[in-house]
């Protein structure tokens, strides 16, 4: 395989409300990584239509999810951030992709299962393609990383059997075009951190949702610092005091994932946590989780309320992400219609 240079893309979905499991799963690293890579950061409209959207709210949800990256700390001058809906070679290239995926791999993907349930004859064929648009997405730039949580895994493992078979069937065009054994990367998954799966605040064996109909299940990262507080002090937990070590989390789900949210607030292991916190009490813990959340996500609402409040400012930083996006995936997107054998309007 060639060297490719190294590049990172990632991607969210504006679909609700943003909640801590979104910061701590996927923004928070998503700025972490800005010193070691150029980075892409997608707001992925055109996935969220796999499933019937309310055009105004989608257009208020993508905008949030854009203050939400710049809140955090993602600097738009540094990564590219954009809407994927603003650069056409991602819908083009899925379409490429629909004709070197097979069937087999597809019907093996479980999300869709999931996602759509027993009702599987009415479920849209975009929540059906929904991975071949997500390898669309990653190969339009030849991304060589992607930061995946549990649930992504298949979906990137997909995006490596596309690229390795679109290598292998044009392999002759490929050379043949000056680009050398492989035109396509075998993306790397970059795996997340000790709480890249946070879990509901009322249930430690369910993964944090915004679709839960309890609003006490989720940290909202527009919440305000009361709310936080509330939320933090209202989580279930067990009757016993944490354990000293990480071995006594173990069949405690809330507990667990209480404390792998201190920990990954505050950039720590959950092993320093207990280390710190074992044998005290939840409420003593709860206490310091409170402190600590406010003044981690607190700044970040506040700032996200002041950027929501100014959609020209957001619609000006995803039209100049738009425009570098395309310049990276325009040429890329050419060679592939090249490569392909289509004739090109030059």
Not at 95 to 107: D, E, Q, S
Not at 304 to 321: F, N, Q, S
Request: hydrophobic share 45%.
């Amino acid at each position: 395989m060639p060297a490719f240079k190294e590049l990172v893309f990632s991607g969210v979905q504006p679909t609700g409300n943003l909640h801590l499991g979104n910061y701590l799963g996927a923004i928070k690293r998503f700025v972490a990584m800005q010193a070691q890579f150029d980075c892409l950061y997608c707001v992925v409209d055109l996935h969220a239509i796999t499933v019937w959207q309310d055009p105004a709210e989608l257009t208020r949800q993508i905008r949030e999810v854009t203050a939400a990256f710049l809140a955090a700390g993602i600097d738009p001058a540094r990564s590219v951030v954009f809407n994927q809906s603003q650069v056409p070679q991602h819908a083009e290239l899925a379409w490429i992709f629909n004709c070197v995926a097979r069937l087999g791999w597809l019907n093996r993907m479980t999300q869709f299962k999931e996602k759509a349930g027993k009702d599987r004859e009415n479920a849209s064929v975009g929540l059906y393609d929904y991975p071949v648009l997500m390898a669309a997405d990653i190969l339009a730039y030849r991304a060589t990383h992607v930061p995946v949580g549990e649930d992504q895994k298949q979906h990137l493992e997909l995006t490596r059997d596309i690229a390795q078979k679109f290598n292998n069937d044009f392999a002759g065009a490929i050379a043949e075009q000056g680009h050398g054994e492989a035109f396509f990367p075998i993306t790397e998954p970059l795996i997340g951190g000790p709480a890249a799966r946070v879990m509901s605040l009322r249930d430690g064996t369910k993964k944090m949702s915004k679709s839960d109909p309890s609003d006490y299940s989720r940290i909202n990262l527009t919440d305000d610092s009361d709310g936080i507080a509330t939320k933090v002090r209202k989580a279930k937990t067990d009757a016993e005091p944490l354990p000293s070590e990480t071995a006594g989390l173990e069949k405690r789900p809330e507990a667990d994932n209480l404390v792998g949210i201190f920990a990954a607030l505050n950039d720590v292991s959950r092993e320093d946590v207990l280390r710190e916190y074992g044998g005290a009490q939840f409420s003593a813990f709860k206490g310091a989780l409170v402190d600590l959340a406010v003044a981690k996500l607190g700044p970040i609402g506040a700032e996200m309320k002041r950027l929501v409040a100014d959609p020209g400012h957001i619609d000006a930083v995803l039209a100049d992400g738009a425009a570098r996006a395309e310049a990276i995936a325009a040429p890329n997107i050419a060679a592939v219609k090249d490569i392909v054998g289509f004739v090109r309007r030059r």
